[in-house]
């Protein structure tokens, strides 16, 4: 089965300064790759996605970007964070049929 | 995105009690999903189904997929203090796009 890959697992992170989560993915052939934040343990709201190399979607337009440099590495950044990024962090693929779909661990991110 | 209604939001039982929640959408679905989720990891997949009107366990776990496809049921039979989580659903309808209900907290008094 495939695993998902996040880092770091938490984060406190002074407003203004720059933000990398990192996500990287083993064990299935589907190319997409999704970003999730959930505040407050509650709904998933979906941020970005990426069905291949340098293909990115946005879904909200916020203070985030994402990037997706190899085919199984996908960024989540910022240049410069503010409070409201606060959240878990969520990196999700699909199985290789495409019809389920699985989660990384999560980033707790905590904006100071 | 759009999100699935899901209900209750929050449940307190004791344990041994069975469980029941469910969500509900105005749009067909091709797939519906189940999730728990433990507090500071990411949700896990529970149950997976795949047509109209399957019926599916995962042990004390029932899932069933509505004959409509707008709607689907999770059911935990004599819940453990361990059940205790955020349990999500997940439609999809097709492509791409998954859609996420709000979730349901379970919390099982011993």
């Known amino acids: 089965s495939q695993t998902i890959h996040q880092w770091p697992a938490t984060l406190v992170q002074p407003v203004g300064s720059p933000l990398s989560l990192e996500c990287t993915v083993e064990g299935t052939s589907n190319p997409n790759l999704y970003w999730y934040r959930q505040a407050a343990g509650r709904g998933l709201q979906l941020l970005f996605y990426s069905v291949g190399i340098g293909q990115i979607s946005s879904e909200v337009p916020q203070n985030l970007s994402a990037s997706r440099p190899q085919d199984r590495q996908f960024i989540l950044s910022s240049k410069k964070l503010l409070l409201s990024d606060s959240g878990f962090y969520l990196c999700a693929s699909p199985g290789t049929g495409g019809y389920t779909i699985y989660f990384g661990e999560g980033s707790w991110l905590t904006v100071v | 995105g759009q999100q699935l209604n899901q209900s209750p939001q929050s449940m307190f039982i004791q344990e041994g009690e069975d469980v029941s929640m469910n969500c509900t959408s105005s749009?067909?679905?091709?797939?519906w999903l189940w999730y728990k989720q433990d507090p500071g990891e990411g949700p896990v997949l529970l149950i997976a189904l795949y047509k109209a009107g399957e019926l599916t366990s995962n042990g004390r776990l029932t899932a069933q997929f509505g004959i409509t496809r707008k709607d689907s049921f999770l059911n935990i039979s004599a819940s453990i203090p361990s059940d205790v989580g955020i349990y999500f659903c997940?439609?999809?309808?097709?492509?791409?796009?998954?859609?996420f209900g709000t979730g349901t907290s379970l919390t099982v008094i011993p």
């Open positions: 749009s067909i679905f091709n797939t």
């Open positions: 997940a439609g999809l309808k097709g492509g791409n796009q998954f859609y």
